[in-house]
Every structure is written in structure tokens, then in C-alpha cells.
């Protein structure tokens, strides 16, 4: 393709040579008024064709620019937004969260209690034993009952100045004498990390002579455990079958407690020595 400004030199040097064959041979400026339309009338036509389809370009590449500036304004309101929603679904499941452990307070009126929150696991994916951020400077200490959302969670094994760790009921180290709550039939409650992954802990050696122990039960804390107050709710009877021995019951149990969403919980300061 030839250059363009080779296209003008050409032009130009035409342009040139026709006024001096004008003024040379007397030709009129009508003849040459002629040749110029025969010449440049149609070059002007191409320039101004030009000149159009460049603005037009220049005017789609304007609105092309203006439509993404549009759309990262959007999308950075978009992101917003979508941070926004997230922060305010955080707040509403904390402001839940606070409404449980009120609820729970109320419940368990009669003692003494340190809100906490969970600070580290064992990594599992349930919370069978965990960190809190309260310790022996809260008055946190050994022994002491924890609970969250309808019941109990677990005891407090050990306790540093600001920290405390929590083994939970599920945990397969566990082994809590309990009842009905509606007979009163002592039985126990024993963790099963493997039974949870279904939703369920351990009923064994439940003593109910008169078959009146139906599903749903509630079973709760019994007054003979030495480290766990009375009353306090574990669970809801799941299934049960007489066990080979004719005289005792086992079965499971669906925890009154989420062990997978736990956030934070209540510790009891009162040890169960100390109010008996």
C-alpha cells in the first residue's frame, strides 16, 4: 500500500504542474476548473469519508470507554454490597448466638456464670475439644460445667490465667451419669466421635422396668454425678433396645448442643462440690 504522504506529494506536484500549463498555454480557468472536479472533487469526497468513519470511531471508542468505566463502578458497588451482606448475616448469627446464651442464662438462673469464647480446636470437625478465652482470671477453673445452645457441652480439664480447655460431651473419653427427665431412671451417656458423624452419642445401662421411656425423651444431668450439676440437659432419646442382660436399656441419643457450630459458651463458676 502506498504511504499517504507520498499520495500528497503527488497531488501537490500536479497541482503545481496544471497552473503552469495554465498560465503557459492560456488555457482558461474553466479547463481547469474542470480537471481540478475530474481530480480532487472525488480525493476531497474520500478525505471527508475519512474524516467521518475516524470521528465515528473516535465517538464508539468514547462510549466504549465510558461503558466500562460504568461497569467497574458497578461491579466495585456490586462487591460492596456483597462485603455489606456478609458483615450484617455475621452480625445476625452472633446477635442469635447472644439471644441462645440469654435464653440458657435464664434457664440455669440458679448459678454463677462466665461468658466465653472459643479460640482454637483440635482441628477436627467436631468440637470435642476446644480453647476458650477465659481463665483462672475469670474465676474459670477445673471441674467446672460449660454449657451453649440448649444444654451442656462438656467440663473444664485444664485452666491457664486467660485460656481454659473444654472436653466436650461427644468426645469418646466421656462418661456422664444421667436420667429421664420424666421418670427419673438413672442411665449413662458416653461420647462416640464416630457415632456423632450420624448426629448421635451413647444411652447405656438405662433402667426402665415399665417400658415407659419413649423416643424423645429428655435426658438430663443426674444428682448422683460428682462433677455435673443437676438437671442440666444433655439430650433427646433417639432409639433404644433392651440390652442381653433383660434388666438394662441402650440405645442413642441426639445431643441438645450443635458440636459443629459451636461459638461461644457459658461456664459455670460454681463447682458441683460446692452446692451439694
Not at 45 to 68: F, H, M
Not at 188 to 195: H, T, Y
Request: hydrophobic residues 40%.
Amino acid at each position: 500500500m502506498i504511504p499517504t504522504k507520498y499520495i500528497f506529494a503527488v497531488l501537490a506536484a500536479l497541482c503545481v504542474v496544471m497552473m503552469f500549463l495554465s498560465y503557459s498555454t492560456g488555457l482558461g480557468g474553466q479547463t481547469l476548473g474542470r480537471a481540478a472536479g475530474y481530480i480532487f472533487v472525488p480525493f476531497e469526497q474520500g478525505l471527508n469519508g475519512l474524516g467521518g468513519w475516524a470521528r465515528d470511531k473516535k465517538d464508539s471508542l468514547e462510549e466504549l470507554t465510558a461503558v466500562q468505566a460504568r461497569n467497574e463502578e458497578l461491579q466495585a458497588m456490586v462487591d460492596e454490597l456483597t462485603i455489606e451482606n456478609s458483615r450484617l448475616t455475621q452480625n445476625q448469627y452472633r446477635l442469635e448466638q447472644l439471644e441462645e446464651l440469654y435464653a440458657l442464662d435464664q434457664t440455669y438462673g440458679d448459678f454463677n456464670k462466665v461468658a466465653a469464647n472459643i479460640i482454637a480446636t483440635d482441628g477436627g470437625n467436631w468440637f470435642n475439644t476446644f480453647v476458650i478465652d477465659k481463665g483462672k482470671k475469670d474465676g474459670i477453673d477445673e471441674g467446672m460445667n460449660v454449657i451453649a445452645g440448649s444444654g451442656l457441652v462438656g467440663i473444664i480439664t485444664k485452666a491457664g490465667d486467660n485460656w481454659a480447655q473444654v472436653r466436650s460431651i461427644i468426645d469418646d473419653l466421656t462418661n456422664i451419669s444421667a436420667k429421664t427427665l420424666s421418670t427419673s431412671d438413672l442411665c449413662f451417656v458416653k461420647g462416640d466421635l464416630q457415632l456423632m458423624n450420624e448426629g448421635f452419642i451413647r444411652l447405656e445401662q438405662l433402667k426402665d422396668p415399665q417400658d415407659q421411656i419413649a423416643i424423645g425423651e429428655k435426658i438430663v444431668t443426674s444428682h448422683v454425678s460428682d462433677r455435673y450439676h443437676e438437671g442440666i440437659l444433655i439430650g433427646y432419646v433417639n432409639e433404644l433396645s433392651m440390652d442381653s442382660n433383660n434388666l438394662t436399656k441402650s440405645g442413642t441419643i441426639t445431643p441438645a448442643v450443635d458440636f459443629e457450630h459451636l461459638h461461644t459458651v457459658l461456664v459455670i463458676t460454681d463447682l458441683k462440690q460446692t452446692v451439694d
